[in-house]
């Protein structure tokens, strides 16, 4: 499909905030945490913006500023994995369209990929519940051996993975740090507006292409 006057060939997907609404679920989840600390809660709105950088800056993030030993955010990153990985499909659902535009694309022979920062035995359930495995053919998420985004490490190996040329990827997500994986990988930044952060951030951090909706990426004939 022509996006922008690319040819695009494959797609590669942020998950949360991108296919997947599931602000409610990590709030809560940590938000219990904090509870169990006697620490201060936050709300959703305040958690769009601590998510998208990984498990141990979003635990740093939720700490209090002046309270953030060491040992503390350990024990809580340890008790966010434990909660999280028994409640992350509670609320968690995705976004209207998306389930269309992944058909869509798949009858296109568009070859498709989720890369997120969330950790990868998590990122590859939630994929595997919401998508099921048959039309995203690689799944990727946070683990040791992989630099977090925007390090294009993740986007690099997808391309070389599937054999095509990065410059006929879309990277899709909703924040700042996808549009600079995006750029620094040489793939099209495509920012969606359902998502978790704003149309200026996405603006901002170079994305070539605004969706409204999921099915706006699919050209009109």
Same mark, same amino acid.
């Given at each position: $499909?022509?996006?922008?006057?690319?040819?695009?060939?494959?797609?590669?997907f942020?998950?949360?905030?991108?296919?997947?609404?599931?602000i409610?679920?990590?709030?809560d989840?940590?938000?219990?945490?904090?509870?169990?600390?006697?620490?201060?809660?936050?709300?959703? %709105?305040?958690?769009?913006y601590f998510?998208?950088?990984?498990?141990? *800056?979003?635990?740093?993030?939720?700490?209090?500023?002046? *309270? %953030?030993?060491d040992?503390?955010?350990?024990?809580?990153?340890?008790?966010?994995?434990q909660?999280?990985?028994?409640?992350?499909?509670v609320?968690?659902?995705?976004?209207?369209?998306?389930?269309?535009?992944? *058909?869509?694309?798949?009858?296109?022979?568009?070859?498709?990929?989720?890369?997120?920062?969330?950790a990868?035995?998590?990122?590859?359930?939630?994929?595997?519940?919401?998508?099921?495995?048959?039309?995203?053919?690689?799944?990727?998420g946070?683990?040791?051996?992989?630099?977090?985004?925007?390090d294009?490490?993740?986007?690099?190996?997808i391309?070389?993975?599937?054999?095509?040329?990065?410059?006929q990827?879309?990277?899709i997500?909703?924040? *700042?740090?996808? $549009?600079?994986?995006?750029?620094?990988?040489?793939?099209?930044?495509?920012?969606?507006?359902?998502?978790? %952060?704003?149309?200026?951030?996405?603006?901002?951090?170079?994305?070539?292409?605004?969706?409204?909706?999921?099915m706006?990426?699919?050209?009109? %004939?």
């Open positions: $499909m022509q996006i922008k006057g690319r040819e695009i060939k494959a797609v590669v942020d998950l949360d905030g991108t296919l997947a609404d599931s409610a679920d990590i709030s989840a940590m938000n219990r945490v904090l509870e169990s600390k006697g620490l201060p809660v936050h709300s959703y %709105r305040e958690y769009k998510v998208g950088k990984g498990l141990k *800056n979003l635990v740093l993030a939720s700490l209090p500023e002046d *309270n %953030r030993p040992e503390l955010i350990d024990e809580c990153h340890d008790l966010m994995m909660d999280y990985g028994q409640n992350y499909l609320k968690t659902s995705l976004y209207d369209g998306i389930e269309e535009l992944i *058909n869509t694309m798949y009858d296109q022979g568009i070859r498709m990929a989720v890369l997120s920062n969330k990868e035995a998590t990122t590859k359930k939630v994929v595997s519940e919401l998508l099921g495995n048959e039309k995203i053919e690689l799944v990727l946070m683990k040791p051996s992989l630099p977090r985004k925007p294009p490490a993740g986007a690099v190996f391309s070389e993975k599937f054999g095509i040329p990065h410059e990827f879309a990277y997500g909703d924040t *700042n740090t996808d $549009m600079q994986t995006a750029l620094n990988a040489g793939m099209l930044p495509v920012g969606v507006l359902w998502g978790f %952060r704003s149309q200026q951030e996405l603006i901002e951090s170079g994305a070539q292409v605004l969706l409204k909706h999921p706006e990426l699919i050209p009109k %004939r």
